[in-house]
């Protein structure tokens, strides 16, 4: 009886810790961003492209506001196309280490890519393959 009773109590305490386990490795793997690696993320003032039809708004894919002029944006280094207001992003890569569009990852060698192409300006655009 006693040792019926130490069973339970055993498996009363087991049971959770396994479940517990069970459910931390099936999270996905979503990481917070490094605080210092978002501080070091380029700024830039958002400028309404010049060729974009009257009318059309850009506008964040996080908040859904539209940019208006001199708005704090931050570039993604994923795509030039994929940028945010800097307030957005920055709470979003504190939980989520992706960008919010196409999901890829954002990462140093992202990052030091980014700002080798900023760097090399339009000599990066020239030499990219076209397909
Ligand atoms: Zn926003
Ligand atoms: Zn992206």
């Given at each position: 009886m006693l040792k019926c009773c130490c069973i339970g109590t055993l498996l009363c305490c087991i049971v959770p810790i396994i479940f517990f386990a069970a459910r931390q490795q099936q999270q996905p793997s979503w990481v917070p961003t490094p605080p210092t690696f978002v501080q070091n993320l380029y700024h830039t003032k958002f400028k309404p492209p010049a060729n974009a039809p009257a009318g059309s708004e850009l506008e964040c894919s996080i908040c859904l506001l539209a940019y208006t002029e001199e708005d704090e944006i931050i570039p993604l280094?994923?795509?030039?196309?994929h940028f945010f207001h800097a307030s957005c992003i920055t709470q979003w890569l504190e939980t989520n280490?992706?960008?919010?569009?196409?999901?890829a990852p954002v990462t140093q060698e992202a990052l030091a890519q980014q700002q080798a192409q900023l760097g090399a300006g339009n000599a990066v655009a020239e030499n990219r393959i076209v397909m």
């Open positions: 280094p994923c795509d030039e196309r280490n992706c960008c919010p569009l196409c999901k």
